[in-house]
């Protein structure tokens, strides 16, 4: 049987030179996460890639980069404005100005590849590899896709997608396949308050996402109050600015660990029984390949409603459980988490359905098929 070769090995035993490859996504942790992802599985193989990561000036790009440890570039970039839309008069300027400025980065770091993981920091870059004859491939973390994948399809080899509805949606622009997204191993981590969790209890999660949400936490606080509420163990990622007003609300039991943010999550989602929280995609590409039920309040002013449309798509698979933030109360989410907790079978499909939509393997297939464009060049 002949031995089938990983495209990185396959370009190694040619003799190429290095493969050069940059990712270019910013402005939410939902692009700069698989951003990450990608880029730790592209420098971990055997033949490592050199992998530049470009950001933009707004967001956490730069944090979140100089964090990582990788080499990285921040471009000042424009972003569409939706709510004053009259300031996208001088948008066409300032994308050509930025795409300049990306073309020069582009000739200096001379990638193969240039992926784009969506955002407002990925457009530049991208147009400039397009521009310069480089390989282009997006990931695209959405069910809907963003704006920024929709308006680089058209200059794309490939479009790696999570979901079947975004592959739909982007049509015949690109060739399109459905990786899943990027996202960190699941190597469990240890817990420093696993001990405080009572273990005659199940372990319910709350995330707002890397902010906390406000709307989430305001039911929670309510819930938590009633009495007959069933008791269980509590991990809340409260966000940085309600942290405070949630940890003083009342006098919390041990067995609730009430944090601004967790990191990292491998130390938490081993722990859970059931999650509540928001609908971004990362969120649900690592809930689903975590296995854990869950009750999803989308985030209702997501552009395109995309949360929404996320949190459907795990719905219908039988994982999730949605709540729209307008129908949210404190005494449906109680009915809502005693009805899981009381019900461990129902529980068990949930978890089965969300660990058959995950696709934990997506870093390293979108590394193959990166790698594989540079052994076609």
Not at 123 to 128: E, N, R, S, T, Y
Request: hydrophobic residues 45%.
């Amino acid at each position: 049987m002949p031995h089938e070769e990983s495209p990185d090995q396959g370009v190694a035993r040619r003799g190429a030179g290095e493969v050069r490859v940059v990712i270019a996504g910013g402005g939410t942790g939902g692009h700069l996460m698989p951003a990450l992802a990608l880029a730790r599985e592209l420098v971990s193989r055997p033949r490592p890639a050199r992998v530049t990561l470009i950001g933009g000036d707004r967001g956490p790009d730069r944090e979140v980069y100089a964090a990582s440890g990788l080499p990285y570039r921040i471009l000042s970039a424009p972003r569409v404005e939706r709510a004053r839309w009259w300031r996208n008069a001088v948008l066409p300027g300032r994308l050509a100005s930025a795409v300049l400025a990306a073309r020069r980065l582009v000739a200096e770091l001379d990638p193969h590849v240039v992926v784009g993981t969506g955002g407002y920091a990925s457009a530049p870059p991208v147009l400039a590899a397009a521009l310069a004859g480089r390989r282009v491939v997006l990931q695209e973390q959405n069910s809907r896709p963003g704006l920024a994948t929709r308006f680089l399809a058209r200059w794309a080899d490939l479009a790696c997608v999570q979901f079947e509805s975004a592959a739909q949606a982007l049509g015949t622009k690109t060739e399109v396949e459905l990786t899943g997204s990027p996202i960190a191993p699941q190597i469990p981590s240890d817990a420093h308050f696993a001990g405080r969790l009572d273990p005659a209890l199940a372990t319910v999660g709350v995330f707002g996402g890397s902010q906390g949400a406000r709307a989430i936490n305001d039911v929670v606080l309510e819930l938590t109050a009633e009495p007959e509420v069933p008791r269980f163990n509590l991990i809340w990622q409260t966000g940085a600015s309600d942290h405070a007003r949630v940890a003083a609300a009342r006098s919390w039991p041990p067995s609730a660990v009430i944090e601004p943010f967790f990191s990292p999550m491998t130390a938490v989602y081993p722990l859970l029984e059931l999650i509540v929280c928001r609908a971004g995609a990362m969120t649900l590409a690592e809930v689903a390949a975590w296995g854990i039920p869950s009750v999803l309040v989308p985030y209702p002013h997501a552009t395109d409603d995309h949360q929404t449309k996320n949190a459907r798509e795990l719905e219908q698979r039988g994982a999730a459980i949605v709540l729209p933030e307008s129908e949210l109360s404190a005494r449906r989410l109680a009915n809502v988490i005693a009805g899981l907790l009381s019900d461990p079978e129902r529980r068990a499909r949930m978890a089965a359905a969300a660990r058959a939509a995950a696709r934990p393997d997506a870093a390293r297939v979108i590394a193959d098929r990166v790698l594989a464009l540079v052994e076609a060049a």
